[in-house]
């Protein structure tokens, strides 16, 4: 069974306003099973206004790099983003729930992607290697990362000089996917974020109707 765009609205919807009302903690998975998951973004609805080969492409990965996709969910674009490091490079898959991480594994074995890497992350770490990656890519999840400031500083901590951080996530209005507007992070206010935690914007994307794509850099590179 497969969600039309207006139910893969609603479930999104639901799923924001359950976070929003405090259960347990703010897992941008929780109570929903991998199956379920892959159901929402999976939907090939989805592929219209996220634009996956064309962020991709955007974000100029080489091949050999080690790159890492924070809140990996089912894979969406963890298997996009393995297949542009290559076999010689890294992908690792980040996610707090451990069925998606069975899930990833099993995908990334079917797919024929050995460099897809699923990593068990936590709510406060990501979990990366030191000093290690060449891009650090977000896509709809830091909305949901409490004590961001502390968090940021692990994802700088991971980089390797000359390293960016990419995040993907929804202008804060009324839009017909993603959560509700007070759950959102302004541009502006995550530029700010980003920058009080020594980040510098170095490039953006304006392709994307929903959400901004911005492109960061520690500032003591």
Not at 75 to 102: E, H, M, P, T, W
Not at 104 to 130: S, V
Not at 155 to 181: E, H, S, T, W
Request: hydrophobic residues 45%.
């Amino acid at each position: 069974m497969r969600l039309g765009p207006l139910l893969l609205t609603l479930t999104l919807a639901a799923s924001a306003q359950e976070l929003h009302h405090g259960k347990k903690h703010p897992n941008p998975h929780h109570a929903r099973s991998a199956a379920e998951w892959e159901r929402v973004l999976e939907n090939p609805a989805r592929d219209a206004w996220q634009k996956p080969a064309q962020v991709v492409e955007a974000l100029n990965i080489q091949r050999g790099q080690s790159v890492a996709d924070i809140g990996a969910g089912t894979g969406y674009f963890s298997v996009r983003l393995a297949q542009a490091v290559g076999n010689d490079g890294k992908l690792y898959a980040v996610d707090v729930q451990q069925d998606l991480i069975d899930h990833l594994a099993a995908r990334a074995k079917e797919a024929n992607l050995p460099q897809l890497i699923p990593t068990l992350g936590a709510f406060d770490a990501p979990k990366l290697p030191a000093e290690s990656l060449d891009l650090i890519f977000i896509c709809d999840v830091v909305h949901h990362i409490e004590n961001r400031p502390a968090y940021y500083a692990k994802l700088a901590a991971a980089l390797k000089r000359g390293g960016r951080l990419a995040i993907v996530d929804f202008y804060k209005r009324d839009l017909p996917v993603g959560p509700a507007p007070p759950m959102k992070i302004a541009r502006d206010a995550m530029i700010e974020e980003l920058r009080q935690a020594g980040f510098s914007l170095v490039q953006e994307h304006k392709f994307l109707s929903h959400q901004y794509f911005l492109v960061f850099q520690p500032g003591w590179q």
